[in-house]
C-alpha cells in the first residue's frame, strides 16, 4: 500500500497543552490508493486508481463494497479487465463524445430570486445546472457536475466541469440571472 504523507494542524484537546503552546498540534494524514469497484459521486468513476485519506477508504469505501485497495495482483487484474473492455469502451466514450457536443452548442441562464446587489435567496447547485440542461433537451445527471465551491450564491457567469466519462470532461458556461418581477 502505497501511503504519502499530508500535514496538517488541528485543535488539541488537552487544557495544558493548550496553555503551554496555544493549542495547535501538528498532524499527519495517511494517504491510500483505492481501485474504484462503483462510481463514487466527487472521487471517480469505476475502476479507477484514485488517493483518499486513510480513514476515508477504511472507514468508508472498503466497507460499503465500493473499493478495494490497490495491491499489486489487483493492479494486474484491473489492467487486464480494462484491456478486455477496451472495444466497448471505444462505442462509449463515443456516445459520451456526442452527448458533450450536444450540451456545449446550449445556452443556460438560471434564474433565480435575488436580495440585495447580486445576492440570491438561496443558491444555485448541481441539481439546478442539471434540471436546466433537461429543460433544453439534454438528459444529464447531477452526479456529472461539479460547480466551483458546490454552491453559487451569486449572479454572474460561472463555468460549470462536466465529467461524462473518465475521458470525457469539458467546461460548460453558464449564466445565473435574476427572476423578473411580474
Known amino acids: 500500500i502505497s501511503k504519502k504523507g499530508f500535514s496538517g494542524y488541528k485543535k488539541s484537546t ?3 497543552f493548550n496553555a503551554l503552546c496555544g493549542g495547535y498540534v501538528k498532524i499527519k494524514y495517511l494517504i491510500m490508493e483505492l481501485i474504484l469497484k462503483e462510481d463514487v459521486q ?12 486513510n480513514g476515508f477508504g477504511r472507514n468508508f469505501l472498503i466497507p460499503q463494497g465500493k473499493a478495494i485497495i ?7 487484474v484491473l489492467a487486464e479487465n480494462l484491456k478486455q473492455r477496451a472495444f466497448k469502451e471505444k ?8 452527448i ?15 436580495g440585495t446587489g447580486d445576492k440570491l435567496f438561496g ?3 448541481n441539481s439546478d445546472l442539471a434540471s436546466a440542461i433537461s429543460k433544453k433537451g439534454s438528459e444529464l445527471d447531477k452526479k456529472f457536475i461539479s460547480l466551483p465551491g458546490r454552491n453559487i450564491k451569486r449572479l454572474g457567469k460561472y ?18 440571472v435574476p427572476e ?3
Open 100 to 114: 458533450a457536443k450536444k450540451i456545449k452548442s446550449l445556452d443556460i441562464k438560471i434564474t433565480s430570486k435575488v
Open 42 to 53: 466527487n472521487l471517480g468513476f469505476k475502476d479507477e486508481i484514485v488517493n483518499v485519506k
Open 91 to 98: 462505442s462509449i466514450i463515443d456516445e459520451a463524445n456526442k
Open 14 to 16: 488537552s487544557p495544558s
Open 123 to 125: 443558491s444555485v447547485n
Open 180 to 182: 423578473i418581477k411580474k
Open 70 to 76: 490497490a495491491t499489486e495482483s489487483a493492479r494486474k
Open 159 to 176: 463555468n460549470a466541469k462536466i465529467r461524462l466519462h473518465r475521458e470525457v470532461s469539458f467546461e460548460l458556461p453558464f449564466e445565473i
